[in-house]
């Protein structure tokens, strides 16, 4: 069982907006930053959000994340078909002093 | 360009010690701007953070692996490596290194390595 609480899926068709939740706790997400990665097949996370809601260079505006209080969210608008991934949230654990992941979610493109 | 590269060997028996090196081009382990880490994924499954390391050599690892990981840095060669002693069937994963975006263990992981397959026999 993940510290970090993600839907194990969810989908959308080309064009649409999907969010991605991740439900944390005060000792990790109200308390730290929170990261986004995206897993493509076979291949390694790939940075996509850090410090809440900031993206680095080269991640398309279309990806925006946001946090409040011990939640995070993940959203994806204009869905395109290369989207479709596996979304880790992360963040440290004051208490646990530990990285924590969510379990992922694997976002398909209708 | 930042690269990252793991090596080490593939297959481990079990209760032996797992080792691995991450090689870095293109940047400096010895900048102090930055954290490196090592990243576990066992097939199907998460990510599990294993530990990190600055180029001083001061380390964080994840609590429930303490006992077990040993992570060193090799500023001349550019490298860093990880031990993991006494592995069962439960550590066979993907590893990757991967580099933190800055120079607190506690930024997110920016740049990593392709990531290679060590599975534990028995």
């Known amino acids: 069982q993940s510290v970090l609480t993600q839907p194990l899926s969810a989908s959308g068709t080309p064009g649409q907006r999907v969010i991605i939740s991740c439900s944390g706790s005060?000792?990790?997400?109200?308390?730290?930053?929170v990261y986004w990665y995206q897993q493509l097949p076979g291949t390694a996370p790939k940075l996509l959000i850090y410090n809440n809601d900031q993206r680095p260079s080269g991640v398309p505006d279309r990806f925006s994340g946001s946090k409040s209080g011990t939640s995070a969210s993940l959203a994806i608008s204009g869905l395109r078909s290369e989207d479709d991934a596996i979304y880790y949230c992360?963040?440290?654990?004051?208490?646990?002093?530990?990285?924590?992941f969510g379990g992922g979610t694997k976002l398909t493109v209708l | 360009q930042l690269h990252l590269q793991e090596s080490g060997p593939g297959l481990v028996k079990s209760s032996e010690t797992l080792s691995l090196t991450c090689t870095v081009s293109?940047?400096?382990?010895?900048?102090?701007?930055?954290?490196w880490g090592w990243i576990r994924q066992p097939p199907g499954k998460g990510l599990e953070w294993i530990g990190s390391?600055?180029?001083?050599?001061?380390?964080y690892y994840s609590p429930p692996l303490k006992s077990r990981v040993t992570i060193s840095i090799d500023t001349p060669k550019n490298q860093f490596s990880l031990k993991l002693s006494s592995v069962t069937a439960a550590d066979t994963a993907v590893y990757y290194c991967a580099r933190h975006a800055g120079s607190y263990w506690k930024e997110s992981f920016d740049y990593w390595g392709q990531g290679t397959l060590v599975t534990v026999s028995s």
């Open positions: 390391i600055y180029y001083s050599g001061t380390t």
């Open positions: 005060r000792s990790n997400i109200k308390s730290n930053y």
């Open positions: 293109g940047g400096s382990i010895s900048s102090s701007n930055y954290y």
């Open positions: 992360a963040v440290c654990d004051d208490n646990l002093s530990d990285w924590v």
